[in-house]
């Protein structure tokens, strides 16, 4: 199975600032047909996952623009920018491009 | 607007078994497959398989093979996961997921299952 390693464990930051979570997978998920099958969900307390980020780099509809995906074949980043009350909750990375799918461990993320 | 519904928290006893169900709303249900997922504090997520809706094809993670088995009802557009022989590592809040072209866009409400005796 793939692994996904993500870190911290979790992370505290003032409104305004930003912050960076990493996710690193024990093989490439870059696909035959040139597609970064990362993806990235944000489960808020008492919620479920919602989607962030598909594909690594491309925001789901409705995502506020402060979000952000990059990396390469085999490391990830989560970036947000001007972080916000409403973004604290548990971060997951998730890889799709092999079954079985799995999911990083996750990263909270809280408001000082 | 796309909804899955779940049913709602199970108390079962070691040994037996529970039924869950997934409704889909709000969009064609054979036209995307819904998987499962187990979420518990020290495993975090884990996905347990999907299910065609369309031809009742399933595929699963190796780790739930005769633990779960997914069903679908296309006349009502709802999908079924049974857990049998239940312990209490099958304890969890299991979530059906829809999965297509953005694999887990929608997520059902989550449904909380016990196993205590």
């Known amino acids: 199975d793939i692994v996904l390693t993500q870190a911290p464990l979790s992370v505290s930051v003032t409104p305004g600032e930003s912050a960076s979570i990493s996710c690193r997978s024990s093989?490439?998920?870059?696909?035959?047909?040139?597609?970064?099958?990362l993806y990235w969900y944000l489960q808020k307390p008492g919620k479920s996952p919602q989607l962030l980020i598909y594909?690594?780099?491309n925001l789901a509809s409705g995502v506020p623009d402060r979000f952000s995906g990059s990396g390469s074949e085999t490391d990830f980043t989560l970036k947000i920018s001007k972080v916000e009350t409403e973004d604290v909750g548990v971060y997951y990375c998730?890889?799709?491009?092999?079954?079985?799918?799995?999911f990083g461990s996750g990263t909270k993320l809280e408001i000082k | 607007q796309v909804q899955l519904q779940q049913s709602g928290a199970e108390l079962a006893k070691p040994g037996s078994s529970v039924k869950i169900s997934c409704k889909a709303s709000?969009?064609?249900?054979?036209?995307?497959?819904i998987s499962w997922i187990k979420q518990t504090t020290g495993q975090g997520l884990e996905y347990i398989g999907y299910i065609n809706t369309g031809s009742g094809g399933t595929n699963y993670n190796e780790k739930f093979k005769g633990k779960a088995t997914l069903t679908v009802d296309k006349s009502s557009s709802t999908a079924f996961m049974q857990l049998s022989s239940l312990t209490p590592d099958d304890s969890a809040v299991y979530y059906c997921?829809?999965?297509?072209?953005?694999?887990?866009?929608?997520w059902g409400q989550g449904t909380l299952v016990t196993v205590s005796s």
């Open positions: 998730a890889q799709f491009l092999e079954y079985p799918f799995t």
């Open positions: 093989k490439s998920l870059l696909s035959s047909k040139g597609i970064t099958s």
């Open positions: 709000g969009y064609t249900f054979t036209s995307y497959y």
């Open positions: 594909r690594m780099s």
């Open positions: 997921a829809r999965f297509g072209a953005a694999p887990f866009a929608y």
